[in-house]
């Protein structure tokens, strides 16, 4: 027999008509428009379909009707109110009788490409600059109230990460070096003056959110789970400073392949008409505002053929810095290239693993400045990145000139690196250095 689980439940009414009723006592709403319309319950949502509650159960439960101004319900999608939840359907019959068999269409995993697909939960909190990051519940993945006047809307001050979860050949569930997400995002914060977010929170916020999530998991070798941090300035603030009110939020969608076609080689465009940082910039932290003015480049990129852009240094433009979203790579005469983190590049944490990966295999991996020039007579080249995992290039184009790496077909090196990277994010193979976090 299947196990119950409930994976929401809606309580309206009583503890909010206590809310309701300060206001009415601060004479801002007449009573009667309390009652008028509105339903008083809890409604259970489960795997086996859903029913009516009594609102008894639930009186002393702590609303927050703030996160949804206006709205005169509070949605639970993990935490104790579930497991009270559960307990009271397990021991009530009538209740369970009443359920009404919601029509679930099973997950569609196949074709799964990089775009957004709703989510049940999110992690979600809110605190005033430079406060303690409170312990928040999970809400459902929905709008967020934001005024126009916040931080982030005029100012862009706001970061992001991105990772992702996913089944294993162990038949785990897995982070891949989720610490280095959560340090490089600390990075941001400060750079940004944003509430930096403590490691561990970061970490547990993560793990809430994929385990809430967990059937929107694709099952191996369909894809991933993808995980967006946010760290924004949602207070209100005129002048450019950092908003007073800082928010956190953890949100996930089940994806495929950044670039379409997986393994299949990508042609790039490189620009020398447009940069994605400066020195003293923010290039190397994920703040919003980089990706914004990558938007155009890349339209343009792909309009003409190519998968993405690839960009130059914005002082001399000849040397490389990085592909759109990922970190650049290229292999001649069997020794690896990338370009030096500069202050103008993002630390990729997949650049790390494969330079660390490389140099155990007995590769020379050199991080230095490395011209277009040169680049153009590799013999390999590939990028990296958490969404772009090992993607090979088989063509570079700058203005006139073109060149095709390794008669543009995937690499040895770039597919051994592949290999031996999925190998270990997977648990196809031993985590030598200790990346792999098993979180279910
Ligand atoms: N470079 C940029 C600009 C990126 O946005 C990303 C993606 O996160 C990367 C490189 C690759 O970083 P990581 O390997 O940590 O995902
Ligand atoms: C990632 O690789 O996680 C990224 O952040 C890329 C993203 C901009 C799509």
Redesign the pocket.
């Known amino acids: 027999m299947t196990e119950l689980r409930v994976r929401k439940v809606e309580i309206r009414g009583v503890p909010l008509i206590g809310y309701m009723r300060r206001l009415v006592d601060r004479g801002k709403l007449f009573p009667a428009r309390i009652w008028e319309g509105k339903k008083v319950g809890v409604t259970y949502e489960t795997n086996m379909g859903k029913t009516i509650g009594r609102i008894d159960d639930f009186r002393d439960i702590e609303l927050t009707p703030s996160l949804h101004p206006g709205a005169f319900k509070q949605t639970f999608v993990d935490g104790p109110v579930l497991e009270r939840a559960e307990r009271i359907l397990r021991e009530t019959p009538a209740l369970r009788g009443r359920m009404v068999p919601i029509e679930e269409k099973p997950m569609d995993w196949e074709g799964l490409d990089f775009s957004i697909r709703p989510s049940h939960a999110m992690f979600y909190a809110k605190i005033k600059k430079g406060e303690q990051w409170p312990r928040a519940d999970l809400v459902p993945y929905e709008e967020i109230g934001i005024m126009p006047s916040a931080g982030v809307l005029n100012y862009g001050q706001g970061l992001f ?3 992702k979860a996913y089944w294993s050949a162990a038949g785990n569930i897995v982070l891949f070096r989720p610490e ?2 959560a340090k ?1 995002a600390q990075e941001g914060a400060k750079r940004l003056s944003l509430t930096p977010v403590p490691v561990e929170y970061f970490i547990d916020a993560v793990k809430r959110v994929v385990m809430a999530n967990k059937h929107l998991i694709p099952p191996m070798g369909k894809g991933s789970l993808y995980i967006r941090p946010l760290l924004l300035g949602t207070g209100q603030i005129l002048g450019v400073q950092s908003a007073p009110e800082h928010t956190f939020i953890v949100y996930v969608s089940p994806v495929g392949p950044y670039f379409k076609g997986g393994l299949t080689p990508i042609k790039l465009l490189v620009s020398r008409k447009y940069h ?1 940082a400066v020195p003293g910039g923010t ?1 190397n932290v ?1 703040a919003i505002g ?2 914004a003015a ?1 938007i155009k480049p890349s339209e343009e990129a792909r309009s003409n053929g190519y998968a993405e852009v690839m960009y130059l240094d914005a002082i001399e433009n000849i040397y490389i810095e ?6 650049f790579f290229c292999v001649k005469d069997r020794i690896i290239y990338t370009p030096k983190l500069r202050g103008t ?9 494969v330079i660390t990966i490389a140099r155990a295999l007995g590769y020379k991996v050199f991080e230095k400045r490395i011209s277009i020039d040169f680049a153009m007579q590799a013999d390999e080249a590939f990028c ?5 995992v090992v993607s090979p290039i088989s063509s570079i184009v700058m203005e006139e000139r073109i060149a095709i790496f390794n008669k543009g077909k995937v690499g040895p090196i770039s597919t051994r690196l592949y290999q031996d990277l999925t190998a270990i994010q997977e648990q196809r193979a031993d985590d030598p250095f200790g990346w792999v976090r098993e979180i279910g």
């Open positions: 990460e991105g990772m280095d997400n490089r994605r290039g994920k980089n990706y990558g990085e592909v759109g979203a990922a970190n590049i993002l630390p990729g944490i997949t650049r790390d693993s990296t990145g958490t969404a772009a």
